[in-house]
């Protein structure tokens, strides 16, 4: 899946993630309960890998005394049954864009916006179990996670012109900022 387009419809992204998780846990005869199923919805609330606090948060704001463990619960589920993936890096969870596929976690992570994409690249399996069978290991869980920029922030960085007034100007706006902080920490912090 690509990098969400700016003002696409996110509904649909939802509702197409909602009835592939129906379909998915029928398939599995598997349970999808009302709070794992709130909890897959608010995961793709966005296309940034969200914390397990943020989702406790949000079912707080809503009324739900939603205990901790009973968060993390609904994660392990979702994450079981292929529906969501945790990003180490981040400690967070993003929703898969195909489940029912088989198919090992590899992510591109905006390191600007928060955004996610998930690759699916076979070829990128296959380097890895061979090169790790050149090493006599056999791999039993791998996850691909590879810091960046997205499309857009990438273009928003090669707009601003890192002129002193950019940078400082009053009339400065926050998005431009940290997209400068990124490009420095990819060209190696200077
Ligand atoms: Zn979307
Ligand atoms: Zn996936
Ligand atoms: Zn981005």
Redesign the pocket.
Known sequence: MAFPIPLHDHGACVRGALDAAEAECRRRGARLTDIRRRVLELVWESHQPVGAYALLDSLGREGRSAAPPTVYRALDFLVAN?LV?RISLLNAFIG????GHA?A?QFLLCAECGSAA?L?DDAIDAAIAQSAARLGFTVSRQTVEVEGLCPGCLRRTSEAKPSAAALSGPEHRGGAKPAEAGARRLRGGA
């Open positions: 292929g993936h898969c864009s195909r489940p198919h976690g998930e699916a």
